[in-house]
């Protein structure tokens, strides 16, 4: 390597340039953890976002004509440089998200491995010849890039969210305009560093950090030249985009919210569940949209789960990202901390009680406790609403039957996870689960080899394994006729 590259970018980036705002504009970046100013990012507007779709349109017309191959060399060469800037990536990651340095680490992998997996994958995009019913014809398919790309992504996940869009886009022969989330889009600059180093050529893929989210979003769901929308966030604004995205009839893909259930039976090994619920709950602090929401026991090994879990919450290690030892950071904003608080306290009301936490962290700030609610029942707000925070709320359920009815009662339907030791109950109750997902024994279930996605109202489309890089390709039908 030449000298150390410079990750820590402050300016959009946009046909390969460091773009200010055009009227100088700029919004702060914080720690969540401290409150501190960490950045000061160009904040671009409807201008530049128009802008940045005519450059992401004119790339595509060579980068579309590249072959998989080369396609396939530069997005190796940008996964090497995530990989070889692991560390430092982390730190960043860290600093505007707050997860634990191993969390972030573990992140930057997983996100890496998107790029290498599209890499591949993006040279297995195969059509196929069709046999004929006319003699005198013959039918076959190719597949082609749906163009350029707008892609919208949240702060919980400031690397993997993007480059599972990214890597397949760019795999396919997409080009790309991106906006990150406002409260984490260093992570994404310093991507675009790495990937200008690894030979991406100018325009390919562009970056847009703004704080007018709402008008960035119009300008991209106007845009004609823009051929598709790939979103993870809120259902709540998936559904505006969507609403948007019809005027112009773009492809979607869309991540939305979850509300996932975590079954445990009472045939389930203990010391299983135990861990696998605390991973599928407390990864990022309860900030993912497959973090356990509902855990729902039978009742036989209710008070056993309940005491088990609870003690294995208590001991997390709450802290900044800073102190190695720590297992559970601060959460996003003021306003997810008063949702968390919000939640517990309706579930109080109603005739919950708390094993564990409950309160903000003595750390102060946006730190809070890790939490154990008993006694939920399905009145309540946190059995419909995803609380996006460290709070495990345990239901209790007497069958089989019982339990797949609760765990269905929800408008989403994106991750499930259960906990059985009974083979047939196994198939019986993961075919009868609405979810696009389903944890069997298992609570950590994301890599880039299998399709992750929801059905209902958690989204459309499937992002990662072989299936993720349709999303960003049209199929095209050739008839030869006169043969
Ligand atoms: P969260 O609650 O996780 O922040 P959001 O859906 O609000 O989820 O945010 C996810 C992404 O969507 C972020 O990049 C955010 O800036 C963006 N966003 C929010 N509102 C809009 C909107 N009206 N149009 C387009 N993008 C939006």
Redesign the pocket.
């Known amino acids: 390597m030449k000298e150390e590259l410079q990750l820590l970018r402050q300016q959009a980036f946009i046909n390969g340039e460091w773009t200010d705002a055009l009227k100088g504009k700029q919004f702060s970046v914080r720690n969540p953890a401290t409150g501190e100013i960490i950045a000061q990012v160009a904040d671009l507007g409807i201008t530049e976002t128009k802008q940045a779709i005519a450059f992401a349109g004119q790339a595509l017309v060579t980068w579309r004509a590249t072959t998989a191959h080369e396609r396939s060399a530069i997005l190796k060469r940008w996964f090497k440089l995530i990989m070889l800037y692991q560390m430092p990536l982390a730190q960043l990651l860290s600093q505007e998200q707050g997860k634990p340095l191993n969390e972030s680490l573990g992140e930057i992998a997983y996100g890496a491995s998107f790029i290498e997996w599209f890499a591949e994958e993006g040279k297995r995009t195969y059509g196929e010849t069709i046999p004929s019913p006319a003699p005198h014809r013959r039918l076959v398919t190719i597949k082609q890039p749906v163009g350029v790309v707008a892609a919208?992504?949240?702060?919980?996940f400031p690397c993997a969210m993007i480059t599972r869009k990214v890597g397949p886009a760019l795999a396919a022969g997409c080009t790309l305009v991106l906006?990150?989330?406002?409260?984490t889009p260093l992570t994404a600059l310093a991507l675009a560093v790495l990937a200008q180093e690894a030979g991406l050529p100018a325009g390919v893929l562009n970056i847009i950090t703004?704080?007018d989210?709402?008008g960035?979003?119009?300008t991209?769901?106007a845009s004609d030249t823009v051929r598709k929308l790939s979103?993870?966030?809120?259902t709540?604004?998936?559904k505006?985009?969507m609403a948007?995205s019809a005027e112009t009839v773009k492809k979607l893909s869309l991540e939305l919210g979850g509300n996932a259930p975590l079954i445990v039976f009472n045939d389930a090994d203990l010391d299983s569940a135990v861990e696998g619920a605390l991973a599928a709950k407390f990864r990022n602090s309860g900030q993912t949209c497959v973090c356990a929401n509902r855990i729902l026991v039978q009742d036989g090994i209710y008070d056993a789960f309940a005491e088990r879990f609870s003690a294995a919450v208590a001991a997390l290690k709450v802290g900044p990202a800073t102190d190695h030892e720590s297992q559970q950071g601060p959460l996003?904003s003021s306003a997810a901390c008063r949702k968390v608080e919000e939640h517990i306290a309706d579930a109080l009301r109603q005739g919950a009680s708390l094993l564990t936490g409950g309160k903000p962290h003595a750390l102060g700030g946006q730190f809070w406790q890790p939490t154990v609610l008993i006694n939920v029942t399905s009145t309540m707000r946190i059995a419909h609403e995803e609380t996006?925070g460290p709070v495990a709320p345990l239901f209790r359920f007497h069958d089989e039957q019982e339990a797949i009815e609760m765990a269905n009662d929800s408008e989403s339907g994106l991750a499930a996870y259960f906990w059985t030791q009974n083979i047939q109950r196994a198939w019986r109750v993961a075919e009868a689960l609405e979810s696009g997902m389903v944890g069997i024994n298992e609570g950590l279930i994301s890599n880039e080899v299998v399709p992750f996605g929801g059905i209902k109202q958690s989204g459309l489309g499937r992002e990662g394994s072989r299936y993720g890089i349709e999303d960003y390709l049209e199929v095209k039908y050739l008839c030869f006729g006169g043969i």
Not at 179 to 183: C, F, I, L, Q, S
Not at 231 to 234: M, Q
Request: net charge positive; proline share 6%; glycine share 10%.
């Open positions: 919208i992504t949240p702060w919980n906006k990150p989330a406002a409260e703004s704080t989210a709402t960035v979003g119009a991209l769901t979103f993870t966030g809120s709540r604004v998936g505006l985009l948007q996003i996006f």
